[in-house]
């Protein structure tokens, strides 16, 4: 019986999720973000490109709040709704 045990000797090590896998929202932290987001969604026929910066805005509220990975916003495709660095905006340019 005890050969039984021993023929699969690898560990168990815990990872991380992957990428799109984060845990649920229990407390609600964002939940005014998710309902913001699929209102939109209903509004525009279920067509997400006309409701991105909705969800830029729930994907941030997670990530505030440690309900998923900290991403720079320019990785989960959101590069052109995020506001350009001060120097850039003010049209600053070093000689």
Same mark, same amino acid.
């Given at each position: @019986?005890?050969? +039984? @045990? ?5 560990? &168990?090590?815990?990872? +991380? ?6 845990? /649920?929202?229990?407390?609600?932290? *964002?939940? +005014? &973000?998710? $309902?913001?987001? @699929?209102?939109? /969604?209903? $509004? ?6 006309? *409701? ?6 729930? !994907?941030?509220?997670? @990530?505030?709040?440690? !309900?998923m990975t900290k991403e720079p916003l320019e990785k989960l495709g959101f590069k052109? !709704? ?6 850039? +905006? ?6």
């Open positions: @019986m005890s050969t +039984a @045990m021993n023929f699969g000797s690898k560990s &168990f090590r815990p990872r +991380a999720p992957d990428k799109g896998s984060f845990p /649920l929202d229990h407390f609600g932290e *964002c939940k +005014a &973000f998710k $309902e913001t987001f @699929m209102k939109c /969604l209903r $509004e525009n026929s279920f067509d997400n490109s006309k *409701c991105r910066l909705q969800s830029k805005d729930y !994907l941030q509220c997670r @990530m505030d709040n440690q !309900l052109d !709704l995020v506001d350009p660095p001060p120097s850039q +905006a003010d049209g600053d340019t070093k000689p």
